[in-house]
C-alpha cells in the first residue's frame, strides 16, 4: 500500500521559514518526481515546486522562485521543501504527490498518481 505523509507544517511568521517533509512507504521515489502542491481555502489546488528524484532535475512556480527549495534524503526515502521568506498568503495545505510525467507537465496536479494528506502551513504574525 503506497502512503505518502507530509509533516513539518504549523505556524510561522511573515518572512519566517519552514521546512516541509513527505516520506514515503510502499514506494521509492526512484523513478519518479515528486511534486509540491499547495491549497487555500475556497482555491484550487496550485503548484509550487518538483524534483526529479533520478537525475535531480527541480523547477519551481514562478511565485516560489529564489525562496524555496527542494532536498532530499535517500536513506529516508525523504523529499524535504524548504521555504524561506514565507508571505500571509501562502497560508495553504500543502501536498505532496509522484508522478512519472515529463518536465513540462510537472504543473499537472492530474498527472500525479498519489497524494499525501497533507500538512497545513499558516503564516500570520
Known amino acids: 500500500q503506497v502512503q505518502l505523509v507530509e509533516s513539518g507544517g504549523g505556524l510561522v511568521q511573515p518572512g519566517g521559514s519552514q521546512r516541509l517533509s513527505c516520506a514515503a512507504s510502499?514506494?521509492?521515489?526512484?523513478?519518479?518526481?515528486v511534486g509540491w502542491f499547495r491549497q487555500a481555502p475556497g482555491k484550487e489546488r496550485e503548484y509550487v515546486a518538483a524534483?526529479?528524484?533520478?537525475?535531480?532535475?527541480?523547477d519551481y512556480a514562478d511565485s516560489v522562485k529564489g525562496r524555496f527549495a527542494i532536498s532530499r534524503d535517500i536513506t529516508k526515502n525523504t523529499v524535504y521543501l524548504q521555504m524561506n521568506s514565507l508571505k500571509p498568503e501562502e497560508r495553504a495545505r500543502y501536498y505532496c504527490?509522484?508522478?512519472?510525467?515529463?518536465?513540462?507537465?510537472?504543473?499537472?496536479?492530474?498527472?500525479?498518481?498519489?497524494w499525501g494528506q497533507g500538512t497545513q502551513v499558516n503564516v500570520s504574525s
Open positions: 510502499g514506494l521509492t521515489f526512484s523513478g519518479y518526481t
Open positions: 524534483f526529479r528524484w533520478s537525475g535531480g532535475g527541480t
Open positions: 504527490g509522484v508522478t512519472r510525467a515529463v518536465r513540462s507537465n510537472w504543473f499537472d496536479r492530474s498527472k500525479y498518481y498519489y
